[in-house]
């Protein structure tokens, strides 16, 4: 089944570290997005990329990075300059102008 | 003002009524419009697309009113599995990227 993975499900970081969150699709979806959401809160762009090989800043990349090698990965790295980590981390992908999104289940980043 | 806007709620409402959510946007140029589904503590699931002519899917019914720039969504003969968040999203496109705004969501309990 075609789907969007996101690994891991549960993740706890210390002060001080990096953390990497994975999206993989096996949909052949040119864009890739990842939110973040704030308990009672909506999804706040982080980062997006529309091919390989580029991505853009969202509303608030300020202590985050991604990289997006390959069509299939888009990983999102929670940097120790991200001083409120804690969040529900969503990864999207689309694959036309105009479609839907569509979701992986989800990281939650947690401080240790 | 925000690009999408939504009533946050709560919609309490009694099982087997009607219900209706609206949401407007800013953007004039948007192109594509979409309701999605989330329950507590997971990743949105698209319910529908939202077309110009309107569309129907079960009990779920979608408008689009570009000139007053609002989508709506109905749903009737409210179920209990029907309690959950209700976030549009809204496409628009900018320098050859393609923009997706999600609202903040609006929040119904339907009570037995």
């Known amino acids: 089944d075609g789907g969007i993975t996101q690994s891991p499900k549960y993740l706890f970081r210390k002060e001080g570290q990096n953390v990497t969150l994975s999206c993989e699709q096996n949909?052949?979806?040119?864009?890739m997005y990842w939110y973040r959401q704030d308990p009672g809160q909506g999804l706040r762009l982080i980062y997006y990329s529309q091919i390989v090989n580029d991505f853009q800043k969202g509303d608030i990349a300020e202590g985050y990075s991604v990289s997006r090698e390959k069509k299939e990965s888009f990983p999102l790295t929670v940097t120790s300059a991200q001083k409120n980590p804690t969040a529900f981390y969503l990864c999207a992908s689309t694959d036309k102008r105009g479609q839907p999104q569509h979701f992986g289940d989800g990281t939650r980043l947690s401080i240790l | 003002r925000k690009e999408v806007e939504q009533d946050p709620g709560p919609f309490n409402v009694p099982e087997g009524a009607t219900v209706a959510f609206n949401c407007t946007y800013s953007?004039?140029?948007?192109?594509?419009f979409f309701w999605y589904r989330q329950d507590c503590r997971k990743e949105p699931k698209l319910l529908m697309s939202?077309?110009?002519s309107g569309n129907e899917d079960g009990r779920f019914t979608a408008q689009l009113n570009r000139a007053s720039q609002y989508i709506s969504l109905l749903i009737r003969d409210s179920k209990l599995s029907d309690s959950a968040t209700y976030l549009c999203v809204v496409n628009s496109y900018s320098g050859g990227y393609q923009k997706v705004t999600f609202g903040t969501g609006t929040k119904l309990q339907v009570i037995p």
């Open positions: 953007n004039s140029a948007s192109q594509s």
């Open positions: 949909l052949n979806h040119d864009a």
């Open positions: 939202v077309y110009s």
